[in-house]
Nanobody, 124 residues
């Protein structure tokens, strides 16, 4: 069982930056692929970014490529999402997820554990 706790959300103006963190429990964190998803009001939860367990590969949604960066520190059992050049359309609840598949999946069904989410609001 893996427990995930997100932090770092908040209110920011368009063009600003935020850094989300996701702290994971457990002793085998590096064996999990990690992902970030987001869900805006009235919309489906969508993929944002993923990182391989070994941190040797990352994958991004087209909508955030070049603006967001996913990273992880396996010694701290933490995954990060650095979000730059934020836009109002990035407003959503952001969820951290862990997959027993150690690669970089964009599929919600590949993820076994989910955090509670953190709200990100970008004002115009």
């Amino acid at each position: 069982q893996v427990q995930l706790v997100e932090s770092g959300g908040g209110l920011v103006q368009a063009g600003g930056s935020l850094r989300l963190s996701c702290a994971a429990s457990g002793r085998t964190f590096s064996s999990y692929g990690m992902g970030w998803f987001r869900q805006a009001p009235g919309k489906e939860r969508e993929f944002v970014a993923a990182i391989r367990g070994s941190a040797t590969a990352t994958y991004y949604a087209e909508s955030v490529k070049g603006r967001f960066t996913i990273s992880r520190d396996n010694a701290k059992n933490t995954v990060y999402l650095q979000m730059n050049s934020l836009k109002p359309e990035d407003t959503a609840v952001y969820f951290c997820a862990a997959s027993r598949i150690p690669g970089t999946s964009a599929l919600r069904s590949d993820y076994n554990f989910w955090g509670q989410g953190t709200q990100v609001t970008v004002s115009s």
